[in-house]
């Protein structure tokens, strides 16, 4: 077996740690077991789920890394780190060092961060199309385009059930339209906003609102009471509610937005999809946006592009593009 290492900042649950696994339960269908290194938290839950899937260690050591074959660099203090290193005996020409962007730097940090991946690192992947400018101008190493992508946790053959159930659960009939939203409630992400479309279709039968999450912003989603609206808190299985609903409401303004993995998710699942005109909404749904998202856009749902006809971030195509890096 090969081995890679994920050089990742805090051990918990975050965008960075969900890619990382992501990425080594696709390197373990090729044959290359993974490594996550980070900073222990708290009590070690999200270690004991990780570790499921991965090795845990907590100091990197040139020992360690001349032992890999991959090094994926989820964080700028770990590519300074492997600065560090670059210059030892580490058998680096038979290595990939992998620089993955996750965050959506001013042009001229990145500029500065290029210097230092050109120099330590072998391959770099680009996330979103928002970044290709900067990284057409100044990453000279190898190139490669991959979508963060979601590996579903239910398969296809047990939605219909998995439908069934969380809609009785809830109180839904079979009638029912059922419009999701799932997010952190925070500046941007425009949680007001899906509030508000269920105030204006409180009249409407058979329309129903589904607000899945939590955080600083929460006090509209606590205000609004009525039939015709649930908001279910944090979930940590969001993705039972996508299957049971009909439409995802993503209605985020949020500016520095890379890739929204609840639209990937909702798209998966095979949600019909009411978006804002965005680059990244562009991109994900092919055009098929929304400058706005009014009670007359979603109560035609069937008029809604549908993750059934858009292209899909999912295990065959992450597959795919992990075969292409390799």
């Keep these: 077996m090969k081995k890679a290492i994920h050089l990742l900042g805090l051990l918990k649950v975050g965008g960075g740690q969900s890619v990382a696994l992501n990425y080594s339960k696709i390197l373990k269908q090729y044959g ?50 492997m600065l560090q290193y670059r210059f030892l005996p580490l058998g680096w020409s038979k ?5 993955i962007q996750h965050l959506n730097y001013p042009t001229w940090k990145f500029f500065i961060l290029s210097f230092i991946i050109n120099l ?69 992400k425009n949680m007001g906003k899906f509030v508000e479309l269920a105030q204006s ?5 058979h329309m129903q609102f589904l607000l899945l999450g939590d955080g600083p912003d929460s006090e509209g989603a606590k205000e609004y009471k009525a039939d015709n609206y649930k908001w279910l808190g944090f979930q940590s299985d969001v993705e039972k509610y996508l299957i049971a609903s009909d439409v995802y409401l993503f209605v985020s303004l949020y500016k520095l937005e890379m890739l929204p993995m609840a639209l990937v998710e909702a798209i998966c699942y095979e949600k019909s999809i009411a978006c804002f005109d965005t680059d990244i909404n562009k991109f994900l749904v092919e055009d098929k946006v929304y400058s706005d998202i009014t009670s007359q856009v979603i109560e035609n749902w069937k008029e809604l592009p549908t993750g059934k006809s858009l292209k899909k971030y999912d295990e065959a195509y992450a597959m795919e593009k992990i075969k292409e890096l390799l």
């Excluded at 290595?95 to 620089?99: E, L």
Aim: hydrophobic share 35%; net charge neutral.
């Design 95 to 99: 290595k990939k060092v992998i620089y």
């Design 120 to 188: 330590v690192c072998t391959d770099f992947i680009q996330i979103t199309p928002i970044t290709s400018r900067n990284v057409n101008r100044f990453i000279h190493i190898a190139k490669h385009f991959i979508v963060n992508f979601k590996l579903l946790t239910y398969k296809k053959a047990e939605w219909e059930d998995i439908r069934k159930n969380v809609r009785a659960e809830l109180g839904y009939t079979d009638d029912d339209v059922v419009y999701v939203y799932s997010t952190r409630f925070m500046e941007g």
């Design 201 to 205: 279709c409180k009249d409407k039968e």
């Design 32 to 81: 290359v077991d993974s490594t996550f290194f980070g900073v222990k938290y708290a009590n070690g839950e999200y270690e004991d789920f990780a570790g499921q899937y991965v090795d845990i260690v907590h100091e990197i050591t040139p020992e360690l890394i001349k032992g890999m074959d991959y090094v994926f660099v989820h964080t700028n203090k770990n590519l300074m780190k």
